[in-house]
């Protein structure tokens, strides 16, 4: 957490009233975005995001499993957060833990729509190979390299690209003998599917600060929030999760408006990130 004087705070606090940060932005103004893709050559998919000082990594790993039970006909994704401590001194220990656990959660919340799976921005049934038999199961890691605030916004990015950048191995079933055993699978080493992020949603995190609210805060910005709402938009301006933070309550209709906001704002950020991506992957491609 940053440290600021009760005067560093009221001049933050007097820009954001005047729609002028410290930084020179807008309040639904986001910092530059830079996206490169295939960091990591053993994961399926791989992305670096950069949001200003913010610093994140995002890997995919597929491997097959088998449905659960109550899910017969979907795949199954889970995802987590690691804070390295060289990204923030009170990273250190037990503080980095509980932030690890709380941007898992509220990642998984925002893009998978929580444990009910309502909503999920990465569809779980696109997944399944063989209905109750064969499935491929993401294991989506992130790692926090370098904080300076907005970090759920960052991550989001991170998988969406990361996601954008994987390939599934084409699988050919052939049936099992009785319903109770495995199916046999033949794995491509050659063939590959590309993940289809089409649904996949940013995340808008607006932050109140005062009267007013900003989105992409920084450290310094988040040291002043008395509460935040993450929400998670697709392409086709669907609400696919909303969670939030800090201890102040918030009226109704404030977010309803929060909702109207995040929904204008990703449309710029999903063609911004939309962009990066493309751009980080032909230079991939442009690579000897």
Known sequence: MVG????????????????????????LTYRPIYVETGVIPQANGSARVKLGATDVIASVKAELGRPSVSHPDQGKVSIYVECSPTAEPSFEGRGGEELSAELSTALELCLLGGKSGAGAGIDPSSLSIKEG?????????????????????????AIKAALSNTGIPRVQVREAASSDEQADVDVSDEEFLQFDTNGVPVIVTLTKAGRHYIVDATSEEESLMSSAVSISVNRQGIICGLTKRGGAGLDPSVILDMISVAKHVSEQLINKLDSEIEAAERANEEEP
């Open 4 to 27: 600021l004087s009760v005067g560093e705070k009221n001049f933050i606090k007097h820009g954001i009233a005047q729609d002028l940060r410290n930084d020179g932005r807008k309040r």
């Open 133 to 157: 038999k064969v499935c491929w199961d993401l294991y989506v890691d992130c790692l926090v390299i370098s904080s300076d605030g907005n970090l759920l916004d960052a991550l989001g990015a």
